[in-house]
């Protein structure tokens, strides 16, 4: 283990090359240990070094809850069969590159509840052994966009569909029937423009350009 860690070490050029990548690199051997870590991989898990990564496996240093659910720690218990990166690290000596989604559940009380990851692998040669590179894209943003998206698109539709609805009624309706018919459709209008707007904050607010606005309400 030592023997290899020295070996990303020394090689002064690939180290420099991996820590300009602005994305979390980790380099792993044949037994799921970190050999070597780039600038940002330091900074995501938020250590002083690389050299605390050492020898450790990905679901130890991301803070993984199933860590020590396996007999033989990371990648060992039932749930990691479902990983996404253990997919990728295993896979990637079949396939020159491989990329899985990885959600990972963390028991930290210092960190989000969860991770959702894009973790990419790639078998990499080196003095004589072979290691798996693995870059982490953080897709915790994305997922929850998706999701946010989803329903507010549910939402509209549903709102759509009872204003379709009522201005269908309203052409064979007349009275106070046609009333009604019209105060509902004045409703759906009104919410579906305050779901419009409700997106519209929240897009604002994942690319922070939400102004905020105080106001007084009363209790």
Do not use: W
């Not at 970190?34 to 803070?63: C, F, K």
Request: net charge negative; charged share 25%; proline share 3%.
């Amino acid at each position: 283990l030592q023997r290899q860690i020295d070996t990303f070490a020394r090689s002064g050029a690939l180290t420099e090359a991996l820590s300009a990548v602005p994305v979390p690199v980790v380099a792993i051997n044949t037994q799921r240990q970190i050999v070597y870590a780039n600038a940002a991989m330091v900074e995501m898990v938020g250590v002083d070094t690389p050299e605390a990564l050492m020898s450790l496996r990905l679901g130890e240093v991301l803070g993984c809850s199933h860590v020590l659910q396996g007999e033989d720690g990371c990648g060992t218990s039932e749930f990691c069969r479902y990983c996404g990166a253990a997919r990728a690290i295993v896979g990637s000596s079949e396939e020159a590159l491989l990329g899985e989604e990885a959600r990972i559940i963390r028991d930290s009380a210092d960190a989000p509840a969860a991770l959702d990851l894009r973790v990419t692998a790639r078998p990499f040669p080196l003095e004589g052994d072979v290691f798996t590179l693995l870059t982490m894209t953080d897709i915790s943003d994305q997922k929850r966009r998706h999701t946010l998206e989803r329903i507010f698109f549910h939402d509209i539709l549903n709102t759509v569909q009872k204003m379709r609805l009522a201005v269908d009624l309203l052409s064979e309706t007349d009275g106070e029937e046609a009333d009604m018919l019209r105060e509902t459709v004045r409703r759906a209008v009104s919410r579906l423009t305050q779901e419009i707007r409700a997106q519209r904050d929240l897009v604002d607010m994942e690319s922070s350009e939400l102004t905020v606005v105080p106001g007084e309400i009363r209790t």
